[in-house]
């Protein structure tokens, strides 16, 4: 019988639970597994079998075996929605989220969260790859705190960039989370992405260059039909029609990308655009020099278009 209770907990991606064990066999099957070292204890009545990898995702199902009135949340709800920037360790704690009056406590392996309201039969749970797991926009919004200042912004710029969420659902989530620490860059953040800066460096650009007053208004993301498609300037000075482009290494070096930025930097001169491009070295280690090399640009347009 001790070998039919591993088959049990082998199919199950090497986890069984006590309650589990009881139900198909005798107490003395499953207190001789655990004796023999055959089965591992993970948590109260949560076991593995002894010797499988205790990686990450086997550890989340764990918990929640040990938790079933918790949801994944924090940084491990941003991991299964794929958002997280960092890799984390399988020995660093599981966050979870569960009701405020729930007598859960965190232990070592386990970092336990109480909310008010919170179920996981609510609106604020779903499932996703077989674990419960709080929504996209609750992990990206708790996530912050959590991250790196160098992390931090990357999970919600990518899940408004890839419209995976919307900036209303964002705002409404920090709503909701009042206490949460950084709410207000969390607003200005949404605020900028949805306007339409699509990356660090667009950001970066907006909040050092693009916003210096020696430079007239531009647009972020503006709209332009060609014949073959429709395209989007990174920053578009209307008056003087120049296009500033952002060349981000990990896009811009790929094989054959230089030679479509050609293309589409020759469709728009010949619509009377101009694209002045800046390689992210040089933008983000020369900010000062940028600002005036574009303003001699654009002041160069402004006089030639009025001559």
Known sequence: MRRDLVALALADGG??????????WPRHVLDDALNAGVLQRLHPGVYVVAGIPLDRPLLRRAALAYLPAAALSHVDALDVWGLCPT???AAAPIHLTAPHASHAVSRRSLVVHR???FGVNSSTVVKRDGLRVVRMEQAVVESWPLLAAADRRAPLIEALRARRTTADRLLATVRANRCIRGAAEIRELVALVDGGCHSELEIWGHERVFSDPRLPPSIRQHEVALDACTVFLDRYFPDERVDVELDGAAWHGQSGQRERDLRRDAA???RGILVVRYSHRRFVA???LVVREL?????HRRVGRTG
């Open 115 to 117: 909310r008010r309201g």
């Open 87 to 89: 890799v984390l360790r």
């Open 286 to 288: 020369e900010p000062e």
């Open 268 to 270: 728009l001169l010949a």
């Open 15 to 24: 986890l069984v639970t006590r309650a589990h064990a009881l139900a198909r």
């Open 295 to 299: 303003g001699d640009i654009l002041a």
